[in-house]
Nanobody
Framework: QVQLVESGGGLVQAGGSLRLSCAAS????????MGWFRQAPGKERDIVAA????????YYADSVKGRFTISRDKAKNTVYLQMNSLNPEDTAVYYC?????????????????WGQGTQVTVSS
């Protein structure tokens, strides 16, 4: 099993920044792709960004390109999501996910393990 713990969420004003962290533990050697998803009230859970752990290949949703950056610290088994120029439409619960695929996965059914989520609220 793999355990994922997110941190770094909170309340920020529009235009501000936050950095989310996702610490993985357990059988982390089986993970080859990690992603960040978000779910706003009344909406489906959508991909935000993903990264392959073998070659750091990345994917970003169009809505966050140029504002968000996904990265990882291999030694700490931690993946980060740096979020800049936040706007109220970014308000959501953000989830970290891990999967065993060697390829980028942009759908939630491509991931096997999920964190509990962290709330991000952007005020206008």
């Amino acid at each position: 099993q793999v355990q994922l713990v997110e941190s770094g969420g909170g309340l920020v004003q529009a235009g501000g920044s936050l950095r989310l962290s996702c610490a993985a533990s357990g059988r982390t050697f089986i993970n080859h792709v990690m992603g960040w998803f978000r779910q706003a009230p009344g909406k489906e859970r959508d991909i935000v960004a993903a990264i392959t752990l073998s070659d750091n290949n990345t994917y970003y949703a169009d809505s966050v390109k140029g504002r968000f950056t996904i990265s990882r610290d291999k030694a700490k088994n931690t993946v980060y999501l740096q979020m800049n120029s936040l706007n109220p439409e970014d308000t959501a619960v953000y989830y970290c996910a891990a999967g065993t695929s060697y390829y980028l996965r942009t759908r939630d059914d491509g991931y096997d393990y999920w964190g509990q989520g962290t709330q991000v609220t952007v005020s206008s």
